[in-house]
C-alpha cells in the first residue's frame, strides 16, 4: 500500500510541475505578446505600410504570428 502512495505522490509533482511549466508558458506568451503590440505601435503609420499592416490590424497580426509559431513548434 504504502508503493501506491509514492506513486500518487510522484504522479502529483509530476503534474504541479507540468502545471507549472503552463503557467509559465502562457505567462511569457501574454508578455511577448504585449511587447511586440507596443514596438509595432510605435512605428509611423508609413512604417506599419511598409510591412503591410494597418494600426488596427497589428493585434491580430500578433495574433496569427504566434498561433503560427506555436503550431510550428508543436510540429503541425
Known sequence: MSALTV???????????????RLLEFLHAKISRRQAIEELEKLSDHDLQDVGLERRDIAAAIDGEMNRISLRTLGR
Do not use: Q, Y
Not at 506513486?7 to 511549466?21: I, K, V, Y
Open 7 to 21: 506513486t500518487t505522490g510522484r504522479h502529483r509533482d509530476s503534474s504541479l510541475s507540468t502545471l507549472a511549466l
